[in-house]
């Protein structure tokens, strides 16, 4: 079955700088890939998401990359914000498993002002 | 419109005990999927409900099982509770068709069994 590897587990950043989230996936036949933002005794909430057929996507401070031949994808946040602190979890999944999503482990976003 | 609830919030148990969560699927939607998700850990499919049947299942064992209701809520149970069945269990719902993987999240109920 799919295989989700994240890195890394934590990172810091200072307000204003970019952060960089990177995921692994072992199925080649996934074909969706979305992120989720988890803050403290929250729900997951979709913040972007990417099918295999693009290689990028933006929205406002977020974009995400897709690199299909080497499987990883990737979550950028330019000008971060205090309120970007939280758990960031990537996730794929393919469209003929009934929508069933393989989560990588988690990223803890810390920006500091 | 409300979006994916759950209940309840939070439901302490002990071992060898049963447990019914319950998810209410955000308006629209008719796809719901159960997850679990341990300290520290990404989420974990258990498994998906559409149109009253199970479609897909994680591995978990049968002590997990659910059902769907046709106004789309649906439930998880759990039998024997062993201590390492707590953790959150999130319902996500969806929609069937090409936007089946867009999944939207309710706020979970954190189970701790004692």
């Known amino acids: 079955g799919e295989n989700v590897e994240q890195h890394p587990s934590t990172l810091s950043v200072q307000e204003g700088d970019s952060a960089v989230i990177k995921c692994t996936y072992s199925d080649s036949a996934s074909n969706y890939f979305p992120w989720y933002k988890q803050e403290l005794g929250k729900r997951p909430q979709l913040i972007i998401d990417i099918r295999s057929n693009v290689g990028e996507k933006k929205d406002q401070r977020i974009a995400v990359t897709l690199n299909k031949t080497a499987k990883h994808f990737s979550l950028h946040i330019t000008e971060t914000q205090p309120e970007d602190s939280a758990v960031y979890f990537c996730a794929a999944s393919r469209t003929d498993s009934w929508g069933k999503l393989q989560f990588g482990a988690g990223t803890q976003v810390v920006v500091t002002p | 419109d409300a979006g994916v609830t759950q209940s309840p919030t939070h439901l302490i148990k002990t071992r060898g005990q049963q447990v019914t969560l319950r998810c209410s699927p955000k308006?629209?939607?008719?796809?719901v999927s159960w997850y679990q998700q341990a300290l520290g850990q990404g989420p974990q499919f258990i498994f998906q409900y559409y149109e009253e049947e199970e479609r897909q299942r994680g591995n978990f064992p049968d002590r997990f099982s659910g059902h769907q209701f046709p106004n789309y809520s649906s439930e998880l149970n759990v039998n024997a509770l062993l201590l390492g069945d707590s953790a959150l269990y999130l319902c996500a719902s969806s929609l069937k068709g090409t936007m089946a993987n867009i999944q939207y999240f309710g706020a979970g109920t954190r189970l701790s069994v004692l």
């Open positions: 308006s629209g939607h008719d796809t």
